[in-house]
């Protein structure tokens, strides 16, 4: 079969490989040995990374979070083998492209603010479940349609009734229920979003709005938690 990877992606701590196994489109993602690290040490924190990523993506099925499904872990080969959404797009595609989008009469303009709601619930169900991503960010977060349609440019994202969010990449992902590290999740999502969608400033708090709304349990210690986060990390900008 190696033959017939094709690589897809390489990042500071995988490659990523699409091929098909059991006959279905496939991703690979491999973790490389860090030779910086001790051998019996980075054999560990690898193992444990791919425990911990396995663990939440079957977490977030039993929460009825869409996640890629998990086909096969390989410990000694330090891989997952998962889903692969051939017709998706990340979410930070779909935002940096929205505003070029055209919107035809039958889809409604909106549909950024319905998939920051959507962001906002899946994140909070993350939360519920005790499951931290550790990243998130809108590329790790794909728009893939529920049922396939004809249209072949990317205006058929605009139709968001027919499209559902996907969580991907949990390899910095733990299961805890401290309402720091929630926290932290959701400090880290602000950031990213100002960092990256700028020109959409009332993103996140769209997203947070959906995020509070949705679940009321332990929602005031986590807002707080959110909050001190926040202070401590733009009293770290100013300082330096």
């Not at 997952?80 to 998706?88: G, W």
């Not at 603010?113 to 590329?139: E, F, M, P, W």
């Not at 708090?205 to 929602?219: G, H, L, V």
Request: aromatic share 10%; hydrophobic share 35%; proline share 2%.
């Amino acid at each position: 079969m190696k033959e017939d990877y094709k690589i897809l992606k390489q990042g500071a701590e995988a490659k990523l490989y699409i091929c098909n196994y059991l006959g279905k489109p496939t991703l690979i993602k491999e973790r490389f040995k860090k030779n910086y690290r001790h051998p019996d040490l980075d054999l560990t924190i690898t193992k444990e990374r791919i425990k911990n990523e396995a663990r939440s993506i079957v977490r977030c099925k039993t929460a009825g979070i869409r996640t890629p499904t998990l086909y096969l872990v390989d410990f000694e080969r330090r891989r997952i083998y998962m889903e692969h959404f051939q017709n998706s797009i990340t979410v930070k595609d779909f935002i940096i492209n929205f505003s070029k989008l055209n919107i035809s009469k039958d889809v409604t303009p909106n549909s950024l603010d319905v998939y920051a709601c959507k962001i906002g619930q899946t994140v909070r169900k993350l939360h519920d479940n005790n499951i931290i991503h550790g990243d998130l960010t809108t590329s790790n977060m794909l728009l893939v349609e529920k049922t396939l349609s004809n249209v072949v440019d990317d205006s058929k994202w605009l139709h968001h009734d027919n499209v559902e969010i996907v969580m991907i990449d949990f390899g910095l992902s733990f299961i805890d229920s401290s309402t720091e590290d929630k926290g932290v999740d959701l400090y880290v999502l602000e950031r990213a979003l100002i960092s990256t969608h700028n020109d959409y400033p009332d993103l996140f708090n769209k997203i947070f709005d959906a995020y509070k709304s949705f679940s009321k349990n332990n929602i005031k210690e986590i807002i707080a938690k959110y909050e001190d986060v926040r202070a401590r990390g733009r009293k770290r900008t100013m300082v330096g």
